[in-house]
Nanobody
Framework: QVQLVESGGGLVQAGDSLRLSCAAS????????MGWFRQSPGKEREFVAA????????YYANSVKGRFTISRDNAKNTVYLQMNTLKPEDTAVYYC???????????????????WGRGTQVTVSS
């Protein structure tokens, strides 16, 4: 099992930036890729971005493309989500998750992730 701990959430104004971090520990050798998902009240958990550990292939939801950047630091077993030009609709709990395999459509589905962090709250005021 891979243990994941998110950090970096907070309350910001529209147009501001935040950087989320996700530190992985445990059986990290089983992790092929990492993803960020978010969930706001009354909505399903949705895909935000993903990155593969090996060569850093990235995938983004259309709603965040051009504003968010996912990256990884293999030496630190840490994945980041740089969020710029934040909007009120970005308000949600953000979760990181680990997947054993990769591929575009595979990583966009939350059912394919087998380890999850507890989440970090991001609130964007207008």
């Amino acid at each position: 099992q891979v243990q994941l701990v998110e950090s970096g959430g907070g309350l910001v104004q529209a147009g501001d930036s935040l950087r989320l971090s996700c530190a992985a520990s445990g059986r990290t050798s089983r992790s092929f890729a990492m993803g960020w998902f978010r969930q706001s009240p009354g909505k399903e958990r949705e895909f935000v971005a993903a990155v593969t550990w090996s060569i850093g292939v990235t995938y983004y939801a259309n709603s965040v493309k051009g504003r968010f950047t996912i990256s990884r630091d293999n030496a630190k077993n840490t994945v980041y989500l740089q969020m710029n030009t934040l909007k009120p609709e970005d308000t949600a709990v953000y979760y990181c998750a680990s997947a054993r395999f990769g591929g575009d459509s595979y990583l966009r589905s939350r059912e394919n992730y087998d380890s999850w962090g507890r989440g970090t709250q991001v609130t964007v005021s207008s």
